[in-house]
């Protein structure tokens, strides 16, 4: 079994900057992908930024050039620093990886729980 924690989510004004974490841990023999997903109040869930295992980004139109996202494979974790936020930036951020699992090798996708970052105006 594989778990996924995020932290580093809060309250912040606007023009402000947060920093998310995700650490994955578990029967891991590798992580694939990894990113980092939003989800608005009555929103669908969205991308945000993707990182793969060698380091190629991806992200939304709407965080190019405020958002970074990095990882460190070593400790099987990624990174979304959050800067020059805005109230529409508002949502709970999930975490995803893609994992390759010790026993099984097989490509599984872990979610976690998620983290609530809130932009005040």
């Known amino acids: 079994q594989v778990q996924v924690v995020e932290s580093g989510g809060g309250l912040v004004q606007a023009g402000g900057s947060l920093r998310l974490s995700c650490a994955a841990a578990?029967?891991?023999?590798?992580?694939?992908?990894m990113g980092w997903y939003s989800q608005a109040q009555g929103k669908q869930r969205e991308l945000v930024a993707g990182?793969?295992?060698?380091?190629?980004?991806n992200y939304a139109d709407s965080v190019k050039g405020r958002f970074t996202i990095s990882r460190d494979n070593a400790k099987n974790t990624v990174w979304l620093q959050m800067n020059s936020l805005k109230p529409e930036d508002t949502a709970v951020y999930y975490c995803?990886?893609?994992?390759?699992?010790?026993?099984?090798?097989?490509?599984?996708?872990?979610w976690g729980q998620g983290t609530q970052v809130t932009v005040s105006s």
């Open positions: 578990g029967s891991i023999f590798t992580i694939n992908a």
């Open positions: 990182i793969t295992r060698g380091g190629r980004t």
């Open positions: 995803k990886v893609s994992v390759r699992t010790v026993v099984t090798k097989s490509l599984y996708d872990y």
